[in-house]
């Protein structure tokens, strides 16, 4: 309780600037992405059980897995949020209660909920701990700023449909409430996440945390002509889907790493990082990509001369996307990000977790790695040493010195670079 006391002064000071820092605030879905959120960088992560928090799919944190979660994040100087967020039926509200009342002993730093029910009970059965609004609850006016402000919150996410006027003018309008604006990650079909598609298609309800997410399937056959009833001047909108499947539904991820400096200056207390479902491998890139971002608008001088560009965090970020992005709602106008004609993604190959012996490095192996391919360490920092082929070996799990690892497998590493340590990734 003592370490959730001392981590709560927000936002963070930076010395060397004289001026305060948003929050980077990261995902953790699993015990691997909670590491990999703490050593990339973030200063806070919001988790979830395994019931609830609107990730089903996720692992979560339940019982003594989430009471060590707290402890190791804490010991690390990182704040821990918990989510409970879903909008639960009368029959989930013992659950509710039941997760309610562990809180407090657990120490964590902030509650994440939406649904004005689950706000009450934690109002009633963990008042100790500060109340976070969720963006599922949709927070774009003033007026909701105050009424949630009334009723005990202290932090709100704001709607990713806003833009950056709009957010910047509910930041200034309310200096005694602490906002949140999400940066980067998958945005939802719907508004603010409230999709009835997977309930009705898969009885898979997503405010339960259970969505299946059908609007980013691949479908075919869809021929749809809307006409305007008063004008009738012609077809307002025709989508045509021809025998290739397409996810047609399927929105583009959000990426605002080109105006973090902008956003530092519009003053909200955290940036956050979409992605609990997402693999440490994905977290650890993400976060430090905007762990570096957000450290180079800490400068605010002369830009220094090693410090990545905007054009280069935006590119290793689509070494994670499997969407493209754009910079959502932000600003008046859409922009979408272009891969370079030449770039090829290239995936986490290999998780390091710990030395073993004679100079060698125990890896988890993620995606096919051979030993002709150039690999790449990622160090905190956006730092990216190369392994020149021919430069390292491997072992496989029985000690042999191999060409190929395959995914779902263990090897050793063998290589002069002096920065390897337990929980860092490499690229192949």
Excluded at 241 to 254: C, H, N, T, V, Y
């Amino acid at each position: 309780m003592d370490d959730a006391v001392f981590l709560q002064p927000l936002p963070i000071f930076h010395a060397m600037t004289e001026q305060f820092l948003p929050e980077l605030l990261a995902p953790a879905g699993g015990r691997e992405q909670l590491e990999a959120a703490i050593l990339y960088g973030a200063d806070a992560v919001y988790l979830g059980g395994s019931a609830l928090s609107l990730r089903a799919k996720c692992r979560g944190f339940d019982g003594k897995a989430l009471e060590d979660a707290v402890t190791f994040a804490h010991r690390s100087g990182v704040r821990v949020y918990y989510c409970l967020n879903a909008m639960p039926f009368d029959k989930q509200l013992p659950l509710v209660e039941e997760q309610l009342e562990i809180l407090p002993d657990l120490g964590v730093d902030g509650l994440i909920a939406a649904d004005p029910g689950v706000i009450h009970l934690s109002r009633k059965l963990c008042p100790s701990i500060e109340l976070h609004l969720s963006t599922q609850a949709h927070s774009v006016n003033a007026s909701a700023v105050e009424f949630w402000q009334e009723n005990g919150v202290r932090r709100i996410n704001l709607a990713r449909e806003l833009g950056r006027d709009a957010m910047t003018e509910l930041i200034r309008r309310f200096p005694s409430m602490n906002f949140e604006v999400f940066v980067h990650g998958a945005m939802c079909l719907s508004l603010s996440g409230h999709c009835l598609i997977s309930a009705w298609v898969n009885q898979r309800p997503a405010n339960l945390g259970l969505c299946t997410q059908p609007c980013r399937f691949e479908y075919r056959g869809l021929s749809l002509t809307v006409e305007e009833a008063v004008r009738h001047d012609g077809p307002f909108l025709t989508v045509t889907q021809g025998e290739d499947f397409s996810a047609m539904w399927a929105p583009m991820d959000l990426c605002l790493v080109r105006w973090i400096r902008d956003i530092v200056r519009m003053g909200p207390t955290a940036l956050k990082l979409e992605g609990r479902t997402k693999s440490g491998g994905y977290v650890a890139q993400v976060t430090d990509v905007y762990r570096t971002a957000l450290n180079i608008a800490a400068s605010d001088g002369p830009a220094d001369m090693n410090a990545p560009s905007a054009d280069a965090l935006v590119e290793e970020l689509f070494h994670t996307a499997s969407r493209p992005l754009c910079s959502g709602f932000f600003l008046p106008e859409r922009l979408t990000e272009e891969r370079p004609r030449d770039f090829r993604a290239r995936p986490v190959a290999a998780r390091i977790l710990e030395p073993a012996g004679h100079g060698g490095w125990r890896i988890q192996v993620r995606a096919p790695w051979n030993i002709h391919d150039d690999a790449v360490l990622l160090l905190p920092g956006m730092k990216r040493p190369c392994l020149k082929s021919g430069s390292y070996t491997l072992e496989n799990h029985r000690g042999e010195l191999t060409d190929r690892l395959n995914p779902g497998t263990e090897g050793i590493l063998y290589c002069e670079l002096e920065d390897l340590r337990p929980g860092l990734y490499l690229r192949a």
